[in-house]
């Protein structure tokens, strides 16, 4: 059976569209695969982070994730952080990264044009070598992301083989898996961007463990356009195309089955019906996460997972020590 690893930043609540651009993934991806979900809390500290906070997003993603149908009996959870061989393969694996390569990833390129890069973090830099270790730590197949997350699995596939030319055969070349719909879910009010959770403005984004009242009223604000019309068109409808894609997405319809079901609906009855079906959507979701974060089972699945993964990831690190010369 073929292994897939990813993770997920614990910054700000997990939202809808976390859970079909990733979660809604891995729950089927874990019937097929060999599966590693860790909590990302390393990269979390790119940029500055609340203690208290950041302890309890790490604890509510594990909960939301367990909620929302990713079974520990199947797929290994574990904290980045408790793995101390994350860091120490992604020095090493530092070691062999061109500045180029770096200077080339776009999503810090967009971040040093917004902020005064003395403001910036030298993690904010090299985090993308340090998602490098996370994959090839564990010998990943499939590394499932985002098309904003292409750039970095390229990344590490270079960085592996080059170590591999330089050092021989030591690591697995991952290869990137992006779904074909449903994964990037647009903010309800700019459109033109991707749902976010750490947008600071929560009405563009449903957020998983949002009330019902409050999904309602965020959908029916949602931003569409004059015509009344419901049809596919990114370009000129994107805020009808992106409510078109959530309803797709959850009711496991194609676009032109969710066009054909409201080809004669305005735009009020169809924000409804989207309504409808995210609360039905997040009503079971919901009732399992109250009874998990208020459970020990948190805790029972991150010491299990730890303890699996550990040794898998000190197996490697040593092995590419050992490549590399380091040690007695």
Known sequence: MERLVSGIKPTGELTLGSYIGAIKQYIELQKKYESYVFVADLHAITVPQEKEELRKNIKDIVAIYLACGLDHKKTTIYLQSENPYHA?????????????????????????????????????????????????????????????????????????QRFNNKYGETFKIPRPVIPAEGARIKDLQDPLKKMSKSDDDHRGSILLLDKEDVVRKKIMGAITDSDNKIYFDEENKPGISNLMTIYGSLCNMKLEEVEEKFKDSNYGTFKKEVADVIVETLEPIQNRYKDIISSFLIDEVLDEGLAKVIEIARTKCLEVQERVGLGR
């Not at 776009?106 to 973090?121: E, G, I, R, V």
């Open 88 to 160: 120490q393969l992604s020095w090493i694996l530092e070691c062999n990264t061109y500045l180029g390569e770096l200077n080339r990833m776009t999503q810090f390129k967009d971040k040093n044009k917004k902020s005064d890069n003395k403001s910036l973090s030298c993690g904010l830099y090299t985090y993308p070598v340090l998602m490098s270790s996370d994959i090839l730590l564990y010998d990943a197949d499939i590394v499932p992301v985002g098309e904003d997350q292409k750039q970095h699995v390229e990344l590490t596939r270079n960085i592996a």
